[in-house]
């Protein structure tokens, strides 16, 4: 008769190790001194894909995606290899490609002499859980964004709508008290002052409208093909009123037939405001020219990583110039930059900041080359 009561209690133990060990939500893998695996827990074969035959006798590396850095293989390594639990993070990829993030512990597991005899490693699939995170950061950082904006917009909104209304409630009421009093050429200066202010306002709040709607998600892009001198052809068209009031000549370089895929209304808002500001900013009886082209020339000062699946449209003048420190505040909210034109012409400071968003929600670009005293070109990028 033998007493085997130890051995029945070391076998259930095994037993017990072995079910929580096959049924574990958790990566298990052992693998000898030289990483080649000897075991993987069904859990692997679940989350990769590859069968146990495609694994055992294999090196881990067939899970590598190639985007963990080869410092995270290298210190994982060096810490086991020294008796040390190692713990981090690896982008591998499943045998369908798709690729996951885990979080690993990997341990060696020593013999009764402390000698290394394999590393088991514990690996957690994080995937959802980093995604939800990046998800919380870009909604925490969309929120910050949006308040920003809505101070913003009530700043401009208290300061720059307020001062035209003022003018009108000033001047009108100067009108109603001494109508009778006044000379006509009087009265003809206050409608003047009264009509400036008023178009002032609207556009001011028109740009407010557009910008808010930005802001909010809800102006969606609505693409269609469509013939970029046409676009030019309806600005100059539109702004020629305004041009001759300075004797300026609106020239359309654009050649017909030149097609980009667009939004019509954002795309026409984008030119019309680069030209109304090139127009503002101009001498009487100088030019303004509205052009293309689909590969910059050399000289030409052009964004360096141009595309040829792109067209790169300019508005240019021979005004006055922007000076160089004032050139990044022009797409700035936070600047909100508005100087007069030659004619003592207001600005709302918000019409290039509606470029910028027009032009970026195509995913183009926007930018401008100037010298005081020898006029601004005022580019942006547009799909083919």
């Known amino acids: 008769v033998q007493d085997i009561t130890d051995r029945?209690?070391?076998?259930?133990?095994?037993?017990?190790?072995?079910?929580?060990?096959?049924?574990s939500p958790i990566t298990i893998m052992?693998?000898?001194?030289?990483?080649?695996?000897?075991?993987?827990?069904?859990?692997?074969?679940e989350l990769t894909g590859f069968s146990n035959r495609e694994i055992i006798g294999k090196n881990p590396r067939i899970f590598r995606s190639g985007k963990t850095k080869n410092e995270t293989?290298?210190?994982m390594w060096n810490t086991i290899n020294a008796g040390q639990i190692w713990y981090g993070e690896f982008i591998?990829?499943?045998?369908?490609?798709?690729?996951?993030?885990?979080?690993?512990?990997?341990?060696?597991?020593?013999?009764?002499?402390?000698?290394?005899?394999?590393?088991?490693?514990?690996?957690e699939d994080i995937t959802e859980r980093k995604r939800n995170i990046e998800l919380l950061q870009q909604s925490e950082l969309q929120l910050q964004n949006l308040n920003q904006t809505k101070d913003k917009f009530f700043s401009i909104i208290a300061h720059d709508l307020r001062n035209p209304f003022m003018i009108l409630m000033n001047t009108s009421e100067l009108l109603i008290k001494n109508f009778e009093y006044m000379q006509d050429f009087e009265k003809l200066n206050n409608i003047k002052s009264i009509y400036?202010?008023?178009?002032?306002?609207?556009?001011l709040l028109e740009n407010l409208l557009q910008w808010s709607r930005i802001q909010m998600g809800s102006h969606n892009l609505e693409i269609e093909e469509l013939d970029l001198y046409e676009l030019a052809f309806n600005v100059t068209y539109s702004k020629k009123a305004f041009a001759d009031l300075k004797s300026i000549k609106l020239i359309n370089r654009i050649e017909p037939d030149t097609l980009v895929s667009c939004d019509r209304n954002m795309i026409e808002t984008v030119i019309r405001n680069l030209t109304a500001n090139a127009i503002k900013f101009s001498k009487d009886g100088e030019t303004v020219e509205i052009g293309a082209i689909n590969i910059p020339s050399e000289g030409q000062n052009i964004l360096d990583d141009y595309s040829q699946n792109h067209i790169y449209i300019y508005i240019k003048d021979n005004g006055i110039g922007i000076d160089k420190e004032n050139i990044p505040k022009l797409f700035n909210l936070e600047s909100n930059f508005s100087t007069l034109g030659t004619n003592k012409e207001q600005g709302t400071g918000l019409g290039l900041i509606l470029c910028k968003e027009f032009v970026e929600k195509h995913n183009g670009k926007i930018w401008v080359e100037s010298e005081v005293g020898k006029g601004s070109t005022f580019w942006f990028s547009l799909p083919l």
């Open 8 to 23: 029945k209690v070391i076998e259930l133990q095994i037993r017990q190790l072995s079910v929580a060990v096959e049924q």
């Open 30 to 45: 052992i693998t000898d001194i030289d990483g080649i695996i000897q075991y993987v827990n069904p859990k692997v074969i």
């Open 73 to 75: 293989y290298q210190d």
């Open 92 to 123: 591998n990829r499943k045998k369908n490609g798709n690729e996951f993030i885990e979080w690993a512990i990997i341990a060696p597991i020593k013999d009764d002499n402390g000698k290394i005899q394999n590393f088991i490693s514990l690996k």
């Open 196 to 203: 400036e202010s008023s178009r002032f306002t609207y556009k």
